[in-house]
């Protein structure tokens, strides 16, 4: 069974920089493709970045480019976000999700709040 | 302003059928990206419902179903339940030079009356 467990989410100031980390199990990792997908307080999902399944390729939503960086390391079966500049608009909860043949399996989240 | 389009809420009866449209573009849905859909629970994390435009996972009830054509595709709940007053979000894929993207639609809210 697919399991994938985020933590590392937390009260930052804006301006300040924050990682969070997902693990996976229960599931071949270094063959699958992962996505960060975040959801601010009462509204609907909104994709943040994504990376291919050896790391060498990854892409980023607007909105986060520049500031965000995803990786991974299949070794530890983990996926990273390291968040910078962060904003009051980055208050999310955010999520790591597996990519099954376009479909995504989903963490329960990790809860970011940016704010002074 | 989402990528693909759903209605903000729809609402039915117990026992009634209801369906969930999700209008996408030729760059999208259009361009022949399969279509997910997710159920949403307040608080806890989507789940996956339906996949490729129309697959239900294992222990999806077959009230649930889902359909594409051209740019748009539908999520169909028949027997409505209320167990099934929940978000529901459709997923598909995006591309432009950096490459495929995903894409969300905006979430429709089902009550059960």
């Known amino acids: 069974e697919v399991q994938l467990v985020e933590s590392g989410g937390g009260l930052v100031q804006p301006g300040g920089s924050l990682t969070v980390s997902c693990a996976a199990s229960?599931?071949?990792?270094?063959?699958?493709?992962m996505n960060w997908v975040r959801q601010a307080p009462g509204k609907g999902l909104e994709w943040v970045s994504y990376?291919?399944?050896?790391?060498?390729?990854?892409y980023y939503a607007d909105s986060v480019k520049g500031r965000f960086t995803i990786s991974r390391d299949n070794a530890a079966n983990s996926l990273y976000l390291h968040m910078s500049g962060l904003r009051a608009e980055d208050t999310a909860v955010y999520y790591c999700a597996s990519d099954d043949y376009g479909a995504l399996h989903w963490g329960q989240g990790t809860l970011v709040t940016v704010s002074s | 302003q989402s990528v693909l389009t759903q209605p903000p809420s729809v609402s039915g009866a117990p026992g009634q059928r209801v369906t969930i449209s999700c209008t996408g573009s030729s760059s999208n849905i259009g361009a022949g990206y399969d279509v997910h859909w997710y159920k949403q629970l307040p608080g806890t994390a989507p789940k996956l419902l339906i996949s490729g435009n129309t697959n239900r996972p294992s222990g999806v009830p077959d009230r649930f179903s889902g359909s594409k054509s051209g740019t748009s595709a539908s999520l169909a709940i028949t027997g409505l339940q209320a167990e099934d007053e929940a978000d529901y979000y459709c997923q598909s894929y995006d591309s432009n030079l950096s490459g495929p993207y995903v894409v969300f639609g905006g979430g429709t809210k089902l009550t059960v009356l």
């Open positions: 990376i291919s399944s050896g790391g060498d390729a990854t």
């Open positions: 229960g599931f071949t990792f270094n063959i699958y493709e």
